[in-house]
T-cell receptor, first 114, second 111 residues
C-alpha cells in the first residue's frame, strides 16, 4: 500500500531536548516536504527536498533541520525544541516527474514542547 | 502563485450536492487549480485538479469558469464522511511542488 509514515504520532517533550520526527515513503517519490499546522495559521511549509541531498527552506524553517540521505526518508530534526514549536506536523511526498499535483500526506505527528 | 478566496464555512444536507466555490481572479495562464481536503486532523487528501476544462473523478467534479477566475468543487452526493476543511490552491504544476494552503472552507454535512 502506498503510504507516507511518520513517527512518532504523538510526543510530549521538554524545552531543549533534541528530537527527530521520522518520515518515510514507499512510493519512490523524489519530492518530500514538511508542514506544520497551527490553529488560525493553516498549513505552513517548513522544508522541502527535491531529491537526495537536495533540500531547501520553506516558509517557516527557523528552529528546524532536515536531511535527505536516502530517497525514502526525510527526517525533521528539532535541535533545541521550544514551546512555540508545539504543533501538528505533516510530512508529504510527490513524484517530481508527472506533475500530477498530488501530494501524499502522512497521518501527522502531534508534538508538545513543555 | 495566485491568491484564492473561499468562504470560511458551508453547510450541506446529507445526500445533496455540495458546491464549494473558490475565487482566483489573478490566476495566470499556466496555473492549475487544485483541491484538497482535510478530515479532522488527518493529513490533507488530494481530490482533483484542472487547468481549463472541467474535470471529474470518482470523488468530485471541478468546474472552472471560462475566464478561469473562479471554480467550483462539486461533491455530487455528500455524506457525513465528507465533513472536512476543503482547500482550493492555485499554482504552477512545476517540479517544486510547493503548495500554499490557505484557511479553506469548513464543510459540515448535516444529517
Amino acid at each position: 500500500e502506498a503510504q507516507v509514515t511518520q513517527n512518532p504520532r504523538y510526543l510530549i517533550t521538554v524545552t531543549g531536548k533534541k528530537l527527530t520526527v521520522t518520515c518515510s515513503q514507499n512510493m519512490n517519490h523524489e519530492y518530500m516536504s514538511w508542514y506544520r499546522q497551527d490553529p488560525g495559521l493553516g498549513l505552513r511549509q517548513i522544508y522541502y527536498s527535491m531529491n537526495v541531498e537536495v533540500t531547501d527552506k520553506g516558509d517557516v524553517p527557523e528552529g528546524y533541520k532536515v536531511s535527505r540521505k536516502e530517497k525514502r526518508n526525510f527526517p525533521l530534526i528539532l535541535e533545541s525544541p521550544s514551546p512555540n514549536q508545539t504543533s501538528l506536523y505533516f510530512c508529504a511526498s510527490s513524484t517530481g516527474h508527472t506533475n500530477t499535483g498530488e501530494l501524499f500526506f502522512g497521518e501527522g505527528s502531534r508534538l508538545t514542547v513543555l | 502563485d495566485a491568491k484564492t478566496t473561499q468562504p470560511p464555512s458551508m453547510d450541506c444536507a446529507e445526500g445533496r450536492a455540495a458546491n464549494l466555490p473558490c475565487n482566483h481572479s489573478t490566476i495566470s495562464g499556466n496555473e492549475y487549480v487544485y483541491w484538497y481536503r482535510q478530515i479532522h486532523s488527518q493529513g490533507p487528501q488530494y481530490i482533483i485538479h484542472g487547468l481549463k476544462n472541467n474535470e471529474t473523478n470518482e470523488m468530485a467534479s471541478l468546474i472552472i469558469t471560462e475566464d478561469r477566475k473562479s471554480s467550483t468543487l462539486i461533491l455530487p452526493h455528500a455524506t457525513l464522511r465528507d465533513t472536512a476543511v476543503y482547500y482550493c490552491i492555485v499554482r504552477v504544476a512545476d517540479y517544486g511542488q510547493n503548495f500554499v494552503f490557505g484557511p479553506g472552507t469548513r464543510l459540515s454535512v448535516l444529517p
